[in-house]
């Protein structure tokens, strides 16, 4: 394909227009962003497009409240959807945005049948669940933007107990993007040492209990809002594994079809990303307790799963 890969943004919101802002950085793409609301999409990206002569790129961004602009889409990021508020469980947006995702998602592959999503909208597990509904794709095109997420949260904090470059540290967090993740102490390394060799078991405890709430700390804080800068960076982390074939292992929220001993739930697990979305689901050794984290986590995903059923039914 000549030219440069369309990469469609659905949501022109904090979380959509900054998605949209990096993706543009990169001066390799053409960005869509797309919003009902009139003029946002079309006044983000002009604003984006006027960015480009000072900071060094040339990247055609079209805002629209439509989707014909999108066709020929490679990649999609869905972020649309009502955002959390304060003291909001993330299964109260459930049917609201269920709703949402089922008609982006529809408009999406109509005019882009080989579209990969990259779905960031929450309950997330439950968001690719409708976008699995919905669209027809096979399983390996509609990924959940998760544990990226709440690997780079648990990878600041230990970067800043340890006080060494955030790049330095790994992490792999598991399960359901929400208070069942399943962080994954012993592959969560500094510069290839195991972090539970330099630090105590109380201090990463701590910090594995402050990545669990990492979304409703921010959500409290902002009070008008929730986390935009580091889910839009993990969004275009996925879109550019993508992009560039690059076949990293990255944490993300995918159909489970015997993995890990789940059958049929979506949840977040290892995967390898390539220019055909998920080539393969990784298998990390567990011991029984991660194993039976993983398996609530599951268990509370499939709950939310079978509540979308019946919305849709």
Known sequence: MMGRPKITVVGAGNVGGTTA?????????????????????????????????????????????????????????ITSGIPRKPGMSRDELLSTNAKIVKSVVSQLVARSPDIILILVTNPLDAMVHVARLVSGLPKSRIIGMGGILDSARMRSFIAAELNVPGPDVQAMVLGGHGDTMVPLPRYTTVKGKPVSDLMSKDKLDAIIQRTRDGGAEIVGLLKTGSAFYAPSASAVDMVEAISHDEKRVLPCSVLCEGEYGLKNVIVGVPVKIGRSGVEQIVEYELTVNEQAALETSANAVRELCAAVDRLMA
């Open 21 to 77: 802002q990096r993706l543009a950085e990169k001066d390799i793409y053409d960005v869509v962003l797309v919003d009902i609301t009139e003029g946002m999409p079309q006044g983000k990206a002009l604003d984006i497009s006027q960015a480009g002569p000072v900071c060094g790129y040339s990247t055609r961004v079209v805002g629209t409240n439509g989707y014909d602009e999108t066709a020929g889409s490679s990649v999609a990021v």
